[in-house]
């Protein structure tokens, strides 16, 4: 690739130019760069679309899906003509459309342990498009194994998560996120639903953080996750740090990955995970509140729920799948003891707080819920649907 920009390059490219911290030395740097995007969906829509605007010379488009109707709603870079076609060659062609000068490569499988390295070591990057822990895993081990940055996405029903994992030798993935969340705190959006056009807020984000990356510019999201309430539209950012106890990866493993999908961990010194948090009986709950005991009180239902009944002294609703973005609003200098309906959420959710770094020692499960607490406790609160 040429290591200069033709004229109409320079007309394309003319406010990028402009720009002192870009300049011609910079679109040529777009320009000789290559970036893989795991991912034609939501996030990958206008991560790539960004991506082609903005020079990049070689972009890399991984994925195994098919358009669909139901894709069109957020995944902004396919179009009715392209359902039934294979999303890498409706992307593709896309992009062919906006930007001629750049190169594409599409890869029509998922991206797996087996081909991971091979892949990932053609490009200076990767931007993660994708809905599921198992292929993030994998990106962010493959990553560390050949030390390149990724730019991670995640988005769910109105809230969306962006950072830089791996940067310079800044953390990754698994410092954030030892562990995937149970299920049932992550859906996908095909089981929770999600507002169009919040894969466009995220994707946008996710595509500036890789310019900034290339270019060498501004203060990249590394150690930093930032979180997005598209309905309140409240932008947080949260600190990390890298795990010092946290061995390097050297060795991309579907039994490593498997262990951090499944939170089933065995094998090279890492025994399966002690939890040390307490199931606590309505009935000891009220007795320990009642003699002076100020623990945060978190209710884990939907809001339909909360609209039937509530326990007194409810410190704080998050629904079970907003946990994981909404994990700085439960403090870690407090006991915090978790309830749902019968105690099945309320125990994931206590599992997953402690995974996530809170002290298993302040944390507490009530057993049986709201249930029990109407069994044992107080018989005017309502019970309501199955166990």
Known sequence: MSAKLSDAERDRYMRH???????????????ESSILVVGTGGLGSPVL???????????????????????????IIHSS??????????????????????????YDYRLNVDNALEIISKFDLVVDGTDNFETRYIINDACEI????????????????VSVFNHRGGPNYRDLFPQAPPPELAPNCAEA???????????????????KIILDIGEPLSGKLLTIDALSMQIRSLSYIKDPKRQKI????EEAISCAVTGNQDGDGSANFEFRYEDILPTEFKSRTSAG???FFLDVRTEIEERIVSLPNTSLRISIEQIPSN????????????YCKSGKRSISVVQFLEKSGLKGDNLYNLVGGIHLWSDTVDSSVIKYGSA
């Open 146 to 161: 050949l030390n390149k940055t990724w730019v991670f996405g995640s988005i769910h029903r109105f809230d969306g998560q």
């Open 49 to 75: 679309l960004y991506l082609a605007s903005a020079g990049i010379g070689r972009i890399g488009i991984i994925d195994d899906d098919i358009v669909d109707i139901s894709n069109l709603q957020r995944q």
């Open 293 to 295: 005991w100020k623990p």
């Open 193 to 211: 639903g999600v507002l169009g056009v919040l894969p466009g807020l995220v994707g946008s984000i996710q595509a500036n953080e890789a310019l």
């Open 250 to 253: 050297t060795e991309l493993s």
């Open 327 to 338: 994990i700085e609003l439960i403090p870690r200098d407090r006991d915090i003891v978790v």
């Open 17 to 31: 130019l402009m720009l002192p911290q870009v300049g011609e030395k910079g679109q040529i740097r777009l320009k």
């Open 81 to 106: 003509i392209s359902i039934g076609d294979s999303k890498v060659d409706s992307a593709s062609n896309r992009l062919k459309e906006l930007n001629p000068e750049i190169i594409i490569e599409t």
